[in-house]
């Protein structure tokens, strides 16, 4: 279904960011000006190939979700690239970016509020295919019925409202209405961080068959590591706006570079089933505020082997092949 | 604190500013030229031209609102087109009875509601718990006109308890008692529709505020229960209450103008309906004003009462 | 796809516990319908203005008599001589006044709030969704209707205006809007960041489409509670200003107008049954109005239910 259109394709990778930044104002005083800035995401670039899972992973605060959405357009990039097929988004207007977005889709986090508590289940994925023409009368209703059975749902669920659906349901009925425009990237915000133990690895086998079947390209943003692990071809770590080590999936967890990426590990080794737990056990102090970011590299305040320059210069993201990593004094 | 309170008051200018426009824009709409009242069919027209001029009439719109605008800032309100004295001489000798009226229906409102409210949420689901409720509910949805043609019929003309109008007896020498007897029954009704919302309010925040932690704290400290309720209680019900009375003066404003109707008030209220009458459009629209003015200082002093009464708000941001 | 068995209901419901249940009336209308329905005092109040309602639909059947016949005036009621309510100043029946006036209440009542739930719908929707200087400039404007002295501008607009009906709703439709608006604005300002409206726009819904087709009948509900007391407020305005003599004209009758007499004290104390009746429909109106609108608020407000 998905992957009929890649003649399109010009070679080029599916998903292209470069120096992508989003800074939010903060606004105070008597009239309201502006005293500062929230670095939510600051300067990440990367690639993704068609057909393949980058896995995004780093503490709340890190800017990850906020990073997913910013590709996606659903908020506009302060500064920095998005090219998508090989065409630039920003800057399109929203009327532009339109057609694209049948393209290019996301699955939500909390799967209470990703669906419109107001509208039958149906209805609510019938909606984009008739937005987009895409089908018309009777078929529309085929593809529904269809759409939920490939996440495993029973096709009459369709006149349904979202309130009769458990958690992992509804995260399904999240994921059929990603696929109803036969999409090629899907941005996973955290899909299973809100549901019980044994319902992500049925969630997560569902997108691992489903990239199977339909050719999809994922971005796989998760807080845990054993999800990223199972799902990911390779893994990029975000620390307070930043990538701080990105490569290989197997490469990256075998032998991690950054040491930051090492504590996430040493806290929650992956494949550990208790991929709720904080990982704050190993590092010390909390996630320093994205509104005053430490100078230099910006994991030294917490970072066991921090040396002096570590407090002044910032580390780029570099390395040989595909693992990079943003330390100057990496592990190995 | 101070930073919000100059806030407060800046926003407030804008929203003058509305009101002032809003209400001349009405005005202006008026069919009739004001200018007629002042001509006689034995003027030329020169002469006419000249008044018009006087009056400025032919300017557009926008020239005369900044012109009585500023004439307004100056206290100048313009002449009364019924009795062609200054505006503000007319209204200002209704100011005082209807801020008489006013300020002690809102008084009797308070003293009424405030010991009903609690009374009422102590004993929940009580008879009387039950009657203070249907008492709030008969006061919020019966109209003052009725209950004042029903205060009349009963307490004026069947049992001649009180007079059935005006400030004073009609030749008698103007005495406190007197204006207390002719006032208590048009400021009782005037605080029905307000004591019945306050009920409700006072009744609902002490249920909230007497389930909380701190009162079982209170309680286990072991005092007494009338200081658990008057001082740990009653101050923190006390701040949705003080909202309440912003939102009250619009409402006691229209109030005002129909209980001054039923009895002969001699009040803003009834000026305004004499000046309808007679289209005395200056005069309607300095009633307008003033009562808007009122309007928004007691919703800048309800802010500054909230602000005072609860620690916790925070005054930078909106 | 191997494991992709079909699941059925009561599998895997453990996982609903996860977020907090959603305290949002989540699509149960009729959920809701049966809460109301249950709710005996706002039963009550559907049925009196239910028949009000038919009153005011069908009063040319009901109405022993022509409304503007002029006959012998100030007869007092009888059973025997066909005027129930005995008749008024220029010898028409009260009974028959009094039914063709529930047109006037009801039209004014749900007129007025038809217009300003729309107006304030709209301005809400706008400013919650868009934000910025348009959100500024519409809340300052809910400030400015919001200071009004309420029914002293009503008077002077409809003064202005000229009295009648269709000015009264006019006047009223006009300045009810700013707490609707609110209401709505606060609504859209909550759910325009839910997760459903960012899949719509990752969807490629159009502005529009989002905003009145998903966001905004996720938050009309509270409109419904403020809409019903609304009614109430309209109708106690229109027999405020008829009574003043600034609302509905002669010959029409409308509860209100016809309590004008009253103001002379020979009627209020002599002839009761000129005053009396139209006093009890306003506030059986009005009451059963406002028990509805009770009833709405504490099954919508599921905590301040007593």
Redesign the interface.
Known sequence: MGGHHDSERNGGPLLKVDGLKKHYPVRSGLFGRNTGQVKAVDGVSFRLEQGRTLGIIGESGSGKSTMGRLILQLEKPTEGGVTFQGRELTGMTERQLRPMRTDMQIVFQDPYSSLNPRKRVGDQLGEPIRVHRLLEGAAVEKRVQELLEIVGLSGHYRNRFPHEFSGGQRQRIGIARALALNPKLIVCDEPVSALDVSIQAQILNLLKDLQGELGLTYLFIAHGLGAVDYISDEIGVMYLGKLVEIGDSARLFGSPRHPYTAALLASNPPGSPHDRRREESVLQGDIPSPLHPPAGCRFHTRCPYAQKRCGTEEPVLTGEGSHKVACHYPLH | MLNYLLRRILIAIPVLAGITLFNFLIINMAPGNPVEMFINPSMSQADIDLRKEQLGIDDPVFIQYFRWLGNMLQGDFGYSYSSYEPVAKVVGARIGPTLILMGSSLLLAYIIAVPIGILSARKQYSWLDYSATSFSFLGVSIPNFILGLGGIYLFALTWKLFPTGGMYTLGKEKTFGDLLHHLIMPALILATASAGSMVRYVRSSVLEVLGQDYLRTARAKGLSEFVVINKHALRNAMIPIITVVGLDVPLLFGGAVITEQVFGWPGMGQLMIQSIGSRDYPTLMAINLIAAVAVLAANLLTDIAYAAADPAIKYGKR | ???????TDG??????S??AA?A?????WKQLARRFFRHRLAGAGLILFALLALMALFAPLIAPFDPYAIGRSYQPPSWTGGHLLGTDQSGRDVLSRLIYASRVSLSVGVGAVAIYVAIGTLVGAVAGYFGGWIDSLAM??T??F????????I???V???GPSLGNIILALGLLGWPSVARLIRGGVLSVKE???V??G???????P?LLFL?IL??VLAPVLVNATFGI?VAI?TE??LS??G?GVQPPTASWGNM?IE??S?ST??GR?WL?VPP?CM??IA??SI?FMG?GLRDVMDPK?RR
């Not at chain 3, 796809?1 to 699941?7: E, H, I, N, P, Q």
């Not at chain 3, 919001?146 to 501008?153: I, K, R």
């Open positions: 796809m191997s494991d992709k068995t079909v699941l599998e895997n419901s453990r996982s609903s996860s977020p959603p949002e009336l989540d699509g149960g300052r404007a400030d400015v919001m200071s009004f002295p309420y029914l002293m501008v008077l002077v607009m003064s202005v205006l839910k997760e459903y960012k899949a726009i990752a969807l490629g819904y159009s502005t489409r998903h009948p996720n109430a106690i027999a405020s009574f003043l600034m309590l009253a103001q004290f209020l104390s009761p005053w006093s306003i506030i009005v009451i406002n009770d301040g």
